[in-house]
């Protein structure tokens, strides 16, 4: 008995889709980390990227438990000596939903050469519509 490793070539991507709406913000995260990275898949290769596209809808009603809408801050820093800055939660659902989502999926991804690939299959949307319909993406409930 050989130990399987999969090939890039012989890699199948399918198109999910899971609303941000369903769940708290960290399970959300998970699930869509572990679809981008392939890992629920028994083919799953450590050094191969084997994930799957993933459209997240809702974004702007991502569900936060406690005081974070009030409490939790996302940093940023310019480059330059005292250019960093900060916004809460709800100044950032404000103008940018999207980034919610994204900077939540960005810190469960493995930090390595595939994570920009990884993270450049991930498509989310602040409402209940998306563009890729014609991809026929299967609905994925969170639990």
């Not at 090939?7 to 995260?29: T, Y």
Request: hydrophobic share 40%; net charge positive; aromatic share 6%.
């Amino acid at each position: 008995m050989k130990t399987f490793s999969q090939k890039p070539a012989d890699v199948a991507r399918r198109w999910v889709v899971i609303d941000a709406a369903s769940a708290p913000l960290g399970r959300v995260s998970t699930e869509i980390a572990k679809y981008l990275i392939g890992k629920y898949k028994p083919t799953y290769t450590p050094h191969v990227d084997g994930g799957d596209y993933v459209v997240v809808i809702n974004a702007e009603q991502a569900v936060v438990t406690g005081g974070k809408e009030l409490q939790k801050k996302y940093y940023r820093h310019s480059g330059f000596p005292g250019g960093i800055s900060d916004a809460r939660l709800e100044e950032v659902r404000a103008k940018h939903p999207e980034r919610i989502i994204e900077m939540a999926v960005k810190g469960m991804v493995p930090k390595n050469k595939l994570a920009a690939d990884r993270m450049a299959r991930l498509r989310v949307f602040a409402g209940a519509e998306h563009d890729h319909a014609a991809q026929k993406p299967e609905k994925v409930e969170v639990k």
